[in-house]
């Protein structure tokens, strides 16, 4: 008999713990969930800032973890970032306001593709993490940039015209109520990103709480890695 799911809802998946070493010599640990037969793509998520709470389980992320490896046999592959600590563990290293997460964002594209060896892979950031993704994550072989809540803290315009250069698509989720870049805000700061799809959610905030807006996050991921998984189903 099926059951609606729920926030704390956790759907079958192979769940692996790992430890990825980055080129500066810090060690980063993450986890990745599989789904337990086949496969439609990945993901990694680049999370929110750590200073505010934010790490590889915070709860868009988690969620994704917890259903999407079922729901639609996407890999969710999640970390924590250089001096963050989740219930996976701390990673070593300080946390640099981006400055050195550049080479965090770099290892785990290698080991997603060199060692799990991950295919149709994205790259999704919320908050902190899309800057970290616009910035760093030009690695070839992933297939484009979803952003959660992008509030462009960090990065530059010569830096949005970069991905005017690459064919690949990034397609922002701006909530109506952000408190840091709400949509028409958004609009005119992705200006020299003259492609961006920017997607406006009504009702939701920046930490996209409440199942609505997780659901609405869910799908429009599943809507780029496995299209023909949805829509995502509310009962399992």
């Not at 430890?19 to 680049?46: F, H, M, Q, Y």
């Not at 306001?97 to 060692?115: I, Q, R, S």
């Not at 940039?145 to 990065?155: D, H």
């Not at 698509?169 to 949509?183: G, Q, R």
């Amino acid at each position: 008999m099926s059951e609606i799911i729920r926030a704390n809802s956790v759907l079958p998946s192979l769940r692996t713990a790992f430890s990825v070493r980055t080129k500066d010599g810090v060690n980063l640990v993450g986890e990745i969930a599989r789904p337990l037969i086949g496969g439609t793509g990945a993901i990694l998520c680049l999370h929110p800032n750590p200073s505010a709470g934010g790490m590889m389980d915070s709860h868009i992320y988690k969620k994704a973890a917890n259903r999407l490896p079922a729901l639609a046999g996407i890999s969710v592959v999640r970390f924590n970032t250089r001096g963050t600590t989740s219930d996976a563990g701390t990673s070593e290293g300080t946390f640099t306001n981006g400055d050195e997460e550049g080479n965090d964002v770099e290892a785990l594209l290698n080991y997603c593709f060199d060692e799990l060896a991950l295919n149709n892979l994205w790259v999704v950031g919320w908050s902190f993490g899309t800057d970290l993704a616009l910035q760093y994550a030009k690695d070839p072989r992933h297939q484009g940039l979803i952003l959660l809540s992008p509030p462009l803290q960090r990065t530059t315009v010569e830096q949005l015209k970069y991905w005017n250069t690459d064919p690949r698509p990034v397609i922002a989720l701006v909530p109506e109520l952000d408190s840091f870049l709400p949509p028409d805000q958004a609009k005119e700061r992705f200006a020299p990103l003259s492609k961006i799809e920017i997607i406006e959610v009504a009702e939701a905030k920046h930490l996209w709480v409440g199942e609505p807006s997780v659901y609405r996050v869910l799908s429009e991921i599943v809507k780029r890695v496995a299209p023909t998984k949805l829509p995502l189903p509310t009962e399992y």
